[in-house]
């Protein structure tokens, strides 16, 4: 987004950044906010008390409203009433209510706002919403249950909804005696009201921002452990096996202990709950105290559930209760430091599952997945820097994505590896003592992780957090022990502009050499000389712990390929140098024919997380090829069987209680590839696999390869396959299984049966929380793709309605129903589609999908003939 330093008026205040804020006469110190839901009418009613700071002499306070109806509002100081009937005003735009009385409070004076409010239980998933689930009868059950962050507490009650506003939080719910209520906090009293409820009130918070306020009533189920200082907790629904959030149950204990010793603060609430939650947006909100969760993110049936989603979980959990320090603890001042909340829980994530579960080599896999998911969106044009000026709400949800997330904890792992890790640790710590339960910007971290180190961190860390892109470092061989280095800021779509390129980056070479890895150099200036010991290994970034693509000669990537057989790169080194070639293919810095033959080499490769890394990177060459000449098409795909088939026959696809992790991720990774390239052997076995399953043998499939054995029975069968699938996931009581069974289900080509997929994305049979999961298997193929684009453009308007665009789902169904494309016209098509249409709270979305086209389409251009006569040349091809 452009950055703007131009003074603006906002709502009776001057503001520097542009922001939409509140005017700042008023302070809140204290909420008690009753709830009481109405599970017929679909409705809540509600009270708020808020306790007030007078700040400016004030006739009138704003606050934030969104889908509320006021029906009074009451203002008192000192014990007298100033106002009994103030008026009334609201403003969409800005979702605020303004109270105007006519008695002034005074500066300096202390006030009480009152406001009794009505809201719907809406099926949005934000603020105080609904959620359905099924009972083990059959009947649809109902709760409560709620979604803040970021800016959907004022869809709950009156608030001050900014994150530099803290207060303390009491909370009354009212609800049916049988329904269970809960909160941040831990219960303080439970009285009868009416007869038939009861009225929950829990002990009161201490400062946090509005965001993290969380209410739940529904009917649970829990279990418990006490082998943390508090009680933990998880909850789950009926209709769900409450005993498969027992790995979530022992993991958050475990881990709050674990992060209580690493952040050197003790976790401040009196018990941690953690809850499924049938229908939800994301995949896990850090409500402090009360963390909400997908249903899949919280819940594991170790035994219907394969080795990924097990690591999935995982992650899930601790990178939410990271948050509980991180975010919660010391929070942001504004959203334009979400990066602070998202890149350190994503670390800590890691970090802590390194330290949990050593044997699933987590950091191996980061270089395949964080940093790459950072690489491939910073790439594009349309990116933003991790500091993100942002100014309203529908703006807010934008920046929920790869960059605050995945490139933000690759600059944490990039500063950790830069200063050590316990020095960055010490760094961390002091930064939660000094700024704990207030609010902080990105400079207040630099500042901890200076004072702890001695370096000036802000100087090397600001270039990378307030800029967009990242450089590719191009390298020149000089003599034997001279290399030259230059950097350029890296588009996807090859077309650095001059001015787009005037960053320069403090990049950390990580020189490898036989001698071993020299972490001291670092590239400062545009372009530069550095000695190498003998040129006859070097490789620069070791390890991949630096943001940037390396490109060498082609000489250069055989004598690395020659030495990764040696085994003189690392597994991440290894993974990375691939990566970073195939990215550099699809900007032109070189043929895409070097990295398909570069792959090749990689056969005797035995490493998961590489072999992951070539599979992804003939994938993005079959992706771009998607709409190409079938020969080619087809000789692509024979090419990846030939690469994977030999290593997924020698790996078997049988698994015993001694396939580690690592290896049961392996084997049916390889198995799945294979197979949907064709190799028959695969098909055969994957056919008797399915028929067995469906004649009731849950035995017969294996559910590290459960996905793979429906999409082959549906990409080689018919429509006998489609029903068993759907069939399976309407019966199935499993979301893991029914996940699987509506990711595939796209697989199958027949028009009819596309349009089957198509249609069930509204029917009602399909959460709208998993609307984007019968989209993945039609993604495979072209037929899917065009149906895709189709079905949005003809189903526009019902999108809209049901995704509002202030909400994050809009933008991320845009990207699936357009990004697959890759011809010129295909970008026309599109472009023309939202001309003249309102693309706020997407944008961003849509400008990231349109640049996703033009790669391709500039890299087909350049690279057509040179792929075709690769294929030929091979004997992929007739």
Known sequence: ??????????????????????????????????????????????????????????????????????????????????????????????????????????????????????????????????????????????????????????????????PSLKAEFTVTLIADKKLTCLSNMDVASEEDVEGT??????????????????????????????????????????????????????????????????????????????????????????????????????LLDEKASGAATKERVAEVVQHE??????????????????????GFATWASWYSCNVFYPEWKVWESYVTDNLQRALALDSLRSSHPIEVPVKKADEINQIFDAISYSKGSCVLRMISTYLGEETFLEG??????????????????????????????????????????????????????????????????????????????????????????????????????????????????????????????????????????????????????????GALATSGYGKTSGVLSLLKEFDSETEFVVWNELISRVSSVQGAWIFEDKAVRDGLETFQRELVSAKAHEMGWEFTEKDGHIEQQFKAMLFGNAGLCGDKTIIKAAKEMFNK?????????????????FSMALKYGGKAEYDAILNFYRTSTNGDERNTALRCLGRAKDPQLIQQTLGMLFSGEVKDQDIYMPTAGLRSHPEGVEALFTWMTENWDELVKRFPPALSMLGTLVTIFTSSFTKKEQLEKVKKFFEGKSTNGFDQSLAQSLDAIRSKVSWIERDQADVAAWVKDNGYSA
């Open 428 to 581: 961390v710590r002091r930064y939660l003592k000094k700024h704990a339960y207030g609010n902080t910007q990105t400079g207040d971290l630099w500042a901890s992780l200076s004072e702890a180190s001695g370096k000036s961190v802000e100087e090397v860390m600001d270039v990378w957090t307030k800029h967009i892109g990242f450089p590719v470092v191009t390298v020149s061989e000089k003599d034997n022990n001279t290399i030259e280095l230059k950097q350029n800021r890296f588009l996807r779509t090859g077309d650095t502009k001059p001015e787009e390129d005037e960053v320069i980056f403090p990049v950390f070479l990580g020189l490898r050499t036989k001698d071993g890895v020299d972490t001291d150099l670092t590239l400062s200036k545009r372009e530069d000389t550095f000695q190498v010991p003998s040129n006859d290994f070097f490789k620069l970034n070791a390890n991949h712990t630096g943001l940037y693509r390396t490109s060498y000669s082609p000489e250069r990537l055989v004598k690395l390929g020659a030495a990764a057989k040696q085994g003189l790169l690392s597994v991440e080194d290894r993974a990375g140098m691939v990566a970073d070639a």
């Open 197 to 298: 409820k009861k009225a929950v009130t829990f002990n009161k918070s201490p400062l946090m921002s509005t965001y993290l306020v969380a209410f739940i009533v529904g009917e649970l189920n829990c279990i418990e452990t006490n082998d943390f200082r508090v009680p933990v907790r998880v909850y789950a629904p009926p209709g769900q096996n409450i005993e498969h959030g027992r790995f979530s149950l022992n993991l958050a204990a475990k881990t709050l202990e674990f992060y209580e010793k690493v952040f050197g603060i003790e976790f401040p609430l009196p018990k941690m709950d953690q809850i499924a939650i049938p229908d939800f947006a994301q995949g896990a909100m850090e409500n402090w105290g009360l963390v909400t969760y997908r249903v899949v993110d919280l």
């Open 693 to 709: 399953y469906m004649a009731g043998d849950k035995s017969a499939v294996h559910p590290n390869i459960r996905g793979s054995v």
């Open 1 to 162: 987004m452009c950055r703007t330093n131009a003074f603006a008026e906002v709502a009776g205040g001057v503001n520097v950044q542009g922001r939409e804020l509140l005017p700042a006469n008023v302070i809140p110190r204290h909420y008690h906010v009753t709830l009481e839901p109405d599970f017929k009418k679909l409705t809540f009613d509600g009270t708020v008390l808020i306790d007030l700071d007078v700040a400016d002499d004030s006739k009138s306070i704003s606050l934030h409203t969104l889908e509320l109806d006021i029906h009074s509002a009451t203002v008192t100081s000192a014990g007298q009433t100033v106002s009994s009937a103030p008026t009334v005003s609201y403003n969409e735009a800005t979702q605020t209510t303004k109270l105007d009385f006519d008695n002034a409070v005074s500066k300096g004076s202390k006030a009480q706002l009152e406001i009794k409010f009505t809201g719907q239980l809406n099926d949005k998933m934000a603020g105080f919403y609904r959620s359905t689930y099924k009972n083990a009868d059959g009947t649809e059950g109902i709760m409560a249950v709620s979604q803040m962050e970021p800016t959907d507490a004022r869809r709950a009650f009156p608030c001050f909804d900014e």
């Open 321 to 342: 209760l990271a948050h509980q320090w991180f975010g919660n603890l010391v929070t942001m001042d504004w959203w334009d430091g979400l990066w602070l909340n998202e």
